[in-house]
């Protein structure tokens, strides 16, 4: 139905003019993007707290402070204006995305060590053993501090034997305590074999200066 006085409707309109001017909708659906700050770290890998997963960059940028432009399905490293690494986003906490070529020839060996790798071995040891290795992993801000700690920890077993080690790991996680040097405390004390209950099961001396509960009757 043409428009009224006019020769020409809404479609003829369209048809003539519009129609060539449309293109067609992108293959990929459009994304939200946010924005992140970060560090590469030593092992040339940046880590994405949002997912707790760790992504590399070429390792000349070691050191670099970047910014990380992330989507539902993309993550983006720049530095500066340059972009150094994409990968497609993970949300596999304690994981890493690496890109061989990313890693020096001499620093290779680092990408083995992987907080998923550490948590599978603490799990073998205990139920108390993982639960603190992964308090280890969320606390420490570069992956190499937690490492050389769970490394450190994980080891113990190897003297102590697993049921020691996961009983020391429980006694400093009631201490809120989380590095190496508490749980080698703990196991050359003993302290792992103390009973919890031990306290509950002193018996008070008898003495002049001890109130008993009738004093506050």
Partial sequence: MSFRGREYS????????????????????????????GTVHKN???????????????YQHIGKRIKIIYSDSLVEIFYKFERLAAHQREKK????????????????F???????KFIAWAAHIGIHCKAYIIEILDKKQHPEQSYKSCLGIL???KKVGNLRLDNACKRASD???????????????????????????????????????????
């Fill in 10 to 37: 809404r479609r003829s309109l369209f048809d003539e003019v519009e129609k060539q001017e449309l293109k067609p909708l992108p293959l990929k659906r459009y994304e939200i993007k946010a924005y992140a700050n």
């Fill in 44 to 58: 040339s890998h940046i880590y994405f707290s949002k997912d707790k997963h760790y992504y590399s960059v070429p």
């Fill in 93 to 108: 906490k304690y994981a890493y995305t690496t890109v061989k070529e990313h890693m020096p020839s001499h620093h290779r």
């Fill in 110 to 116: 680092v990408s083995e060590w992987s907080s998923e």
């Fill in 155 to 157: 080891h113990l077993a």
């Fill in 175 to 217: 201490y809120g305590a989380y590095n190496y040097n508490i749980i080698d405390r703990i196991l050359k004390k003993g302290w792992d074999n103390l009973d919890e209950n031990l306290e509950e099961e002193i018996v008070l001396p008898d003495h002049k200066n001890i109130r008993g509960g009738h004093y506050y009757k």
